[in-house]
C-alpha cells in the first residue's frame, strides 16, 4: 500500500480507524474513510481512499446455512 504522509511535517502517519466502507467486489470499487494521526507533530487526518476492482473473473461458491439444502 501506498505510504500516506503528514501534510504538516511529511512524517508517514498512522492509521487508526475505518469510519466506513462503500462499493464491493460486485460494484467493481472500494472506497473507505479512514482516520489517521501523525505521531510526530500530533495532527489527525481523515483519509477517503478509493480503489477499483477487476470485477471480469469473480468466482461464485454457494454453501447452504442449513442442513437440508
Known amino acids: 500500500m501506498n505510504e500516506i504522509k ?3 511535517c511529511g512524517d508517514v502517519v498512522e492509521w487508526d ?3 466506513s466502507a462503500e462499493g464491493g467486489i460486485l460494484e467493481g470499487y472500494i472506497t473507505e474513510i479512514q482516520l489517521y494521526h ?3 507533530c500530533g ?3 481523515k ?3 478509493s480503489a ?3 470485477n471480469n ?3 461464485i461458491e454457494l454453501e447452504c446455512e442449513e442442513e437440508e439444502c
Do not use: F, G, H, L
Open 6 to 8: 503528514c501534510i504538516k
Open 17 to 19: 480507524d475505518t469510519m
Open 38 to 40: 501523525c505521531e510526530n
Open 43 to 45: 495532527k489527525e487526518y
Open 47 to 49: 483519509a477517503i481512499i
Open 52 to 54: 477499483p476492482i477487476d
Open 57 to 59: 473473473n469473480i468466482t
